[in-house]
Each structure stands twice: as structure tokens, then as C-alpha cells.
């Protein structure tokens, strides 16, 4: 059991103790060493490597939905799960609005999704199997609904035609929450809010500061 975990039992047996007032029979405890890792982020290079072979694909087989997989991830930097009980009745236009009401803590999310890529792709799978399917994803070549295990194919997929070593939706997840922070100029709130976070504590474990960040704000106090 990790640290972190153990800490907050500890914490939540404590409160408890002192709700009931209780003396605690351990005495006063000392908060282990935080252990939580972040996770890895994947680099503007490679996002640009998968972008480069995604978008060129033709639509044949199952390749709408591999575009569909990455630019949803991309543009609303939801988790895997999200993304898969994503609904056509969850997605309006003008403005472009996106209501996740199948996520992790059980809160509905509002987020957004570009004009130029994603909108086109999803109008497009409408066509082709809104009459099907509710859900945006939908594996073509089994004629079903997409599962994790197409996901995971889709990412095996990009790994070895462009040589990325390691990729997968949780790691275009902190691309979105890094480059959002980096070009909203550290509203650590906002990404928050677009990624689902219960605390601001819980987003900067996901976010990178790079060091052009870092200097671009500097500059904005000392020229």
C-alpha cells in the first residue's frame, strides 16, 4: 500500500476519533513520505509524429475511429472511460460543447473540441453510423461498439508506424492539462475544472512546467 493511501486512512480515522472525541491510542501521527508519481507526458515531438500518421490515414477499416480516439483525447483531455460512454446526444455545435456524464467522480464536465479537426470527424461518424449507434466510437470492422481493448490496439497501431516508444491516453491526457497550463498562463483553476480534478493539488501532479514557461512569465515582471 502506498504512502499516500495510508495517509489518508490515517487521516480519516483521525477526524473521526476527534468527531467522537476519542483520544487516539497511537498518539499524535507523523505523515509519511508523500509517494505519489506522476505519470509520463507525451512531448510536443511526438504528438506531432502522431498527428502526422493519424490524420494521413484514408478512411478505410477502422481508421475514422483511431482519428476519432486521438482528437477527442487531444481536444478534451478526458480519461479512456469517458471517451468510451461518449454519445452523439452528449456532443452540440456552435458552440461547440461536449457534456460528460459518465466520469470518474460522477460529476458531469463541460469541455469543447476544435472546429477545424475533431468537428469534421464527428460529423462524419455520425453519418456512417449514427443510425447504428449512439456512441461516438464504434469499431467498423466488428460492427460493435468500440471497447478498450480497440483503444489499446489503436495505440499499438501508432506505436509501430511511427517508432513512439510509449503512448496511451493517459499520457495525451497530461499533454492536454500541461499545454493547456503552459498557454492559459498558469490557470492551474481552469485545467482543473476541464480535467475533473477535485483539487488544484491533484492538476499539478499531471502538469510540466517547461523552462520556456518558466522564462515567458519571468519576462512578464523582470524584462
Avoid at 505519470?39 to 484514408?58: C, F, G, P, Q, R
Avoid at 481508421?63 to 487531444?74: A, E, G
Wanted: net charge positive; proline share 2%; hydrophobic share 35%.
Amino acid at each position: 500500500m502506498k504512502n499516500s493511501t495510508i495517509n489518508k486512512i490515517v487521516k480519516f480515522w483521525s477526524s473521526v476519533l476527534k468527531y467522537f472525541d476519542i483520544d487516539n491510542p497511537l498518539g499524535k501521527n507523523e505523515k509519511l513520505k508523500d509517494d505519489t508519481q506522476g505519470y509520463d507526458v507525451a512531448t510536443y515531438d511526438t504528438m506531432k509524429k502522431v498527428y502526422s500518421y493519424i490524420y494521413n490515414l484514408d478512411d478505410e477499416g477502422n481508421n475514422l475511429l483511431y482519428k476519432l480516439i486521438i482528437s477527442l483525447l487531444r481536444n478534451t483531455g478526458c480519461r479512456r472511460n469517458e471517451l468510451l460512454n461518449l454519445k452523439f446526444i452528449n456532443i452540440q455545435f456552435d458552440p461547440n460543447m461536449i457534456v460528460l456524464d459518465v466520469t470518474k467522480n460522477g460529476k458531469k464536465r463541460v469541455t469543447s473540441f476544435s472546429n477545424t479537426l475533431t468537428k469534421p470527424l464527428v460529423e462524419q461518424a455520425y453519418k456512417k453510423h449514427g443510425h447504428l449507434s449512439g456512441y461516438v466510437l464504434w469499431n467498423y470492422i466488428k460492427g460493435e461498439r468500440c471497447s478498450v481493448d480497440t483503444v489499446d490496439y489503436c495505440f499499438d497501431k501508432i506505436k509501430r508506424n511511427t517508432k513512439v516508444k510509449k503512448l496511451s491516453s493517459h499520457m495525451i491526457r497530461k499533454f492536454f492539462a500541461s499545454d493547456m497550463y503552459n498557454k492559459l498562463d498558469g490557470d492551474v483553476l481552469t485545467v482543473q475544472k476541464l480535467l475533473g480534478h477535485a483539487s488544484p493539488d491533484q492538476t499539478k501532479i499531471y502538469i510540466k512546467d517547461s523552462a520556456d514557461f518558466l522564462l515567458k512569465q519571468y519576462r512578464k515582471v523582470i524584462k
